[in-house]
């Protein structure tokens, strides 16, 4: 039996914040949700994540900032960033440093589920190569 997924949910937005945790949750996944980028590199200095699910447009450290700075973490967690239509540019520039992939919000559960096991099985390819 696999593992679930460890995942590191970030985002300025506590009710939506609080609805993902317990909906991934629900599904079995483990869950840690955090406010902003600081609390997120120190989640992922403190604990390896399978999956980072990161806004972009968060006051502070950005969505931008905080992947260039796990990237320097050296973690291998997969990183889906989360955008606005406002802010898609941004979520282009992610994937140009490297994040998986993005999704449009508001996100549906299930869309939000398919794209972590997608990340799950890159993730599991990369550590078969």
């Known amino acids: 039996m696999q593992t679930p997924p460890r995942v590191l949910l970030v985002d300025d937005e ?6 993902i945790t317990k909906r991934l949750r629900k ?12 609390e997120a590199l120190a989640a992922l200095s403190d604990a390896p994540f399978d ?6 447009r968060m006051p502070g ?5 905080t992947l260039r ?12 960033m989360l955008t606005g239509h406002a802010s898609l540019e941004a979520a ?16 549906g559960i299930n869309e939000l589920l398919f794209k972590i096991q997608d990340a799950m099985a890159r993730k599991r390819l990369g ?3």
């Open 51 to 56: 999956v980072v699910i990161l806004d972009v």
């Open 69 to 80: 700075a796990m990237q320097r973490l050296d973690s291998d967690a997969q990183i889906i």
């Open 92 to 107: 282009h520039q992610g994937m140009a440093l490297g994040a998986f992939d993005y999704l449009l919000k508001p996100v």
């Open 127 to 129: 550590a078969n190569t």
């Open 14 to 19: 506590h009710d939506f914040r609080d609805l």
């Open 27 to 38: 599904r079995g996944l483990v869950v840690q949700a955090v406010p902003d980028g600081k």
């Open 61 to 65: 450290m950005d969505g931008i900032e």
